[in-house]
């Protein structure tokens, strides 16, 4: 099978088509025909070798995690699921920008259902599950405000509309191209990053400072400085880790790894599928053009997610 591949940690525009042995189901398993994939940050960093230390990956490496598409094999004690499935998944190994790949049943693989295309199934699992966890661990309460750093991106779309669902009030960062949009999504307001201090334009908006902090981009001590939008007291929640401590009593909760619950990709399909959960695709690309999704998503801009469609029938 033709499949995106790199064969030692390496510069991204050394990856390529080619071939592979088709994967098999093992126990546990199904066998996915990928009809979709979609990239997410750690799809980069696995090829460059950025996390090698403590995400290493073995070469010959098939990239991608995000999948939607068609079971076809059901392996030992894979229970609930039959050939001809419909399914989008997360699969942490790699292997998504393939022709076939392989998930594991379990709470990171999900029946699609009628009324969510390929495309836009393949661009919830990762994103949308970080996004319900980092939700999740912070406790974020109805009656709270929420500023979401990074909120243009894979993560960030979901968690404001996850957040303004919950009944919290949500303040995004957003260039001006994109504030509208945001907006529509249920944010009550947006800072723009690009124009200036994200932190003095939300305490501007919000005086004491917001109950909530979620970073989706800065790191270390970056996020001691984003905690200062925080009020005395209030919480920062990060999938990137900073300071054990915070200044004024702002509590760190930092994810390592997201680990959904049972059901949690099964109700973000079904949101996305009767639109409850809005699921935007930046960018597709075919599948004999992946090395060109993985640079532009690397060099660009681009809002929410990029697809690769692999098998369009
Ligand atoms: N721990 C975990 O389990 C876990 C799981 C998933 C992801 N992650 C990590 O979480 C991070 C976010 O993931 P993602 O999938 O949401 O990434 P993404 O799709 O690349 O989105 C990042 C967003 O942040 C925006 N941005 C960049 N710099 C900004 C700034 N200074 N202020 C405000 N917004 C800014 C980007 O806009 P532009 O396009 O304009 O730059 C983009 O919209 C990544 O580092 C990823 O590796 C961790």
């Not at 790199?6 to 996915?32: C, F």
């Not at 009324?115 to 912070?138: F, K, N, Q, W, Y």
């Amino acid at each position: 099978m033709k499949a995106l591949v790199s064969t030692e940690y390496q510069p991204l525009d050394r990856i390529s088509l080619a071939d592979r042995p088709k994967p098999a189901a093992g126990p546990g398993q199904v066998l996915v025909k990928v009809s979709a994939a979609a990239l997410n940050p750690l799809d980069l960093a696995l090829i460059t070798g950025a996390m090698k230390d403590f995400y290493p990956v073995d070469h010959p490496h098939v990239v991608g995690m995000d999948v939607a598409g068609t079971v076809t094999e059901v392996g030992p004690d894979a229970a609930g699921y039959a050939p001809g499935d419909q399914v989008l998944a997360f699969v942490p190994s790699g292997g998504t920008v393939a022709e076939y790949t392989v998930a594991t049943v379990g709470p990171r693989l999900a029946r699609r259902p009628a009324g969510l295309d390929a495309e836009h199934g393949a661009a919830i699992p990762e994103s949308g599950m970080t996004a319900v966890c980092l939700l999740r661990a912070v406790g974020l309460g109805a009656d709270e405000s929420l500023l979401v750093i990074g909120a243009t991106g894979g993560i960030g779309l979901y968690a404001v509309q996850l957040a303004t669902a919950l009944g919290a009030r949500v303040i995004a960062t957003a260039s001006a191209d994109d504030a509208g949009y945001v907006r529509g999504l249920g944010a009550a307001d947006t800072v723009d990053h690009r124009a200036g201090d994200v932190v003095e334009q939300t305490l501007r908006l919000v005086p004491g400072g917001v109950d909530v902090v979620l970073d989706l981009v800065n790191r270390g001590e970056g996020l001691a400085a984003t905690a200062q939008a925080a009020r005395p007291g209030g919480r920062l929640v990060s999938p990137l880790f900073g300071p054990a401590e915070l200044e004024r009593e702002v509590t760190p909760v930092y994810i390592g790894s997201f680990d959904p619950a049972p059901g949690d990709l099964e109700d973000l399909a079904h949101r996305a599928a009767d639109g409850r959960l809005r699921v935007e695709l930046g960018a597709r690309y075919p599948f004999d053009r992946a090395v060109d999704a993985v640079a532009d998503f690397a060099g660009k801009h681009t809002r929410g997610k990029i697809v690769i469609t692999v098998d369009a029938s």
